[in-house]
Structures are given as C-alpha cells and as structure tokens.
C-alpha cells in the first residue's frame, strides 16, 4: 500500500486539461514543499516532470504543471497531446523514517 | 548530463543475493552535489525507494529493506552498487539507479534506463 494516494486512472480529450491528484498527510505533501511528479512510458524509465511542488526542469513542456492545496497535492497538463498517454506518480519527502515516499500511479489515457 | 546504466543477473534464485552495479558517465560518482539511489518497480506496480548514498559515506536506506540491503560506491570505477540478501518472490521488480542532488531536495532528476530481475528457483 503506497504512502500517498492518487486514483488509478484518468481521461481526457486531445486539447482537454486533466488534474490528477495526489493526497498525502501533514508528514508528507502537506508539511512540506517538496512534492514531485513523474511521467512514466511503458518499458521506460520515470522522468521528472514537477520538482518542489510548481517547478520544471528545464526541457519539460509548460503543459505541465504542480500545486498543492493542504495534503493535496495536483498535476495539472493542458491542451492534451497523444503522447501524454502514460503513467503518472507523485513523490514526496516524508519526515517519518521512510524519508522518500511515492504515490501507487495514475495511468493516463488520451481519448 | 548525467547518464546512468544497470547491470546484474536477470535471474536471482530465493535466500540468495542480488548484486547489481550502476555504472555513472557525464559526471563522477565523487561528485559532491549528488546522492546515488536505487529505486525498484515489481511488475505492474509503483515505485519503491530503496536507498541513497552520497560518495562521502552518508547514506540512508527505507526502513522496510535496511535489514536485508547495502548500497556501496566504487570511486575507481565510476559505479555504485547494491546488494539485496535474502531474496524472495517479492524482490523480483525493475531495479533503477537515480540521482538526487544534495541539501534539501528529494527528488531524482537522472534515472537509468532499468534491469529487471526475477526471483525464481
């Protein structure tokens, strides 16, 4: 069972905005600024999409994009492309022993 | 840029040890901004952190694995290494080498592309 809690899947339209959620506790996403996201094609390594909540690393699309509201914290992509299809994970410190937690994925599919 | 590549047996039988190596180019494993990790996927399932450790010496591993994992760098040869004993079914996943840099940042920016290794007799 995953430390932080994102549903197993989302969908949405070419074009279309979609938000996948990420829900952790005051130990985690909601104690600290330090929640990432990462896109993961199938047979494919994670890559790093959102770093510390809001940030992008350089070369990743300004579709993407992170906030967090109390224990909850969101990825947001816009004007969905085909190639968005892919699994989504949330990360996050954690100040219990664990110190990295992750989130158990959401599979993203484009209509 | 960072670029990372696993290696080790496929095929790792139960109560025995699994060794895999990470094999660090465009940068050094003794650089000083980064942590070295390794991070594990089984099958159809999410990511599991295992450990990191920085060249220094400091590491840290999840409670979960501590007992049965220890992760090593080899400065001569640009590599880091881990080592999980005692296997079962359950270990069997995609392991992957990260880079976290130093201070207060938790995430990994540089992944290497995975090994995947089965537990099985």
């Known amino acids: 069972q995953s430390a932080l809690t994102q549903p197993a899947s989302v969908s949405g339209s070419p074009g279309q905005s979609i938000t996948i959620s990420c829900t952790g506790t005051?130990?985690?996403?909601?104690?600290?600024?330090?929640v990432s996201w990462y896109q993961q094609h199938p047979g494919k390594a994670p890559k790093l999409m959102i770093y510390d909540v809001t940030n992008r690393p350089s070369g990743v699309s300004d579709r993407f994009s992170g906030s967090k509201s109390g224990n909850t914290a969101s990825l947001t992509i816009s004007g969905l492309q085909a190639e968005d299809e892919a699994d989504y994970y949330c990360?996050?410190?954690?100040?219990?022993?664990?110190?990295?937690?992750f989130g158990g994925g959401t599979k993203l599919t484009v209509l | 840029q960072v670029q990372l590549q696993e290696s080790g047996p496929g095929l790792v039988k139960p109560s025995e040890t699994l060794s895999l190596t990470c094999t660090v180019s465009g940068d050094s494993v003794n650089s000083v901004i980064y942590y070295w990790s390794w991070i594990r996927q089984p099958p159809g399932k999410g990511l599991e952190w295992i450990a990191y450790m920085h060249y220094s010496g400091s590491s840290n591993y999840n409670p979960s694995l501590k007992s049965r994992a220890t992760i090593s760098v080899d400065t001569s040869k640009n590599q880091l290494s881990l080592k999980l004993n005692a296997v079962t079914a359950a270990d069997t996943a995609v392991y992957y080498c990260?880079?976290?840099?130093?201070?207060?940042?938790?995430?990994?920016?540089?992944w290497g592309q995975g090994t995947l290794v089965t537990v099985s007799s």
């Open positions: 005051s130990s985690d996403v909601g104690g600290y600024n330090y």
């Open positions: 990360s996050s410190y954690t100040s219990t022993s664990t110190h990295v937690a």
């Open positions: 990260a880079s976290k840099k130093v201070g207060a940042t938790y995430y990994f920016d540089y």
